[in-house]
């Protein structure tokens, strides 16, 4: 099975930008991110196929991008006018098939902490 390392984060004020990168062990089709703040549930934030077809929450929509390098089998979140709603732990996942916010992962990188100060 793929295995996922993720790497980045850290502590930023807001207006700030963070970028998250996690590498596959393989290829797999679908890659994302996910992030699970302090008592809320955990949040599809945005993913990428490898086709680059991609898809964003709401919430960060307009502020983070998602990347693919399908030869490193590296994605990569790049986080800018973070605000301290944007506070979690991010996990990389990924999937064999189908490729958007809904679908279920199962594939899981271990987390990163992102944390936005006011």
């Known amino acids: 099975q793929v295995q996922l390392v993720e790497s980045g984060g850290g502590s930023v004020q807001a207006g700030g930008s963070l970028r998250l990168s996690c590498t596959a062990s393989g290829y797999i089709f679908c890659m994302g991110w996910f992030r699970q703040g302090a008592g809320k549930e955990r949040e599809a934030v945005s993913t990428?196929?490898?086709?680059?077809?991609?898809y964003y929450a709401d919430s960060v929509r307009g502020r983070f991008t998602i990347s693919r390098d399908n030869a490193k089998n590296t994605v990569t979140l790049q986080m800018n006018s973070l605000v301290p709603e944007d506070t979690a732990m991010y996990y990389c996942?990924?999937?064999?098939?189908?490729?958007?916010?809904?679908?279920?992962?199962?594939?899981w990188g271990q987390g990163t902490q992102v944390a936005v100060s006011s």
């Open positions: 990428i196929s490898s086709t680059a077809v991609t």
């Open positions: 996942a990924a999937r064999p098939g189908y490729c958007n916010l809904i679908v279920s992962f199962n594939v």
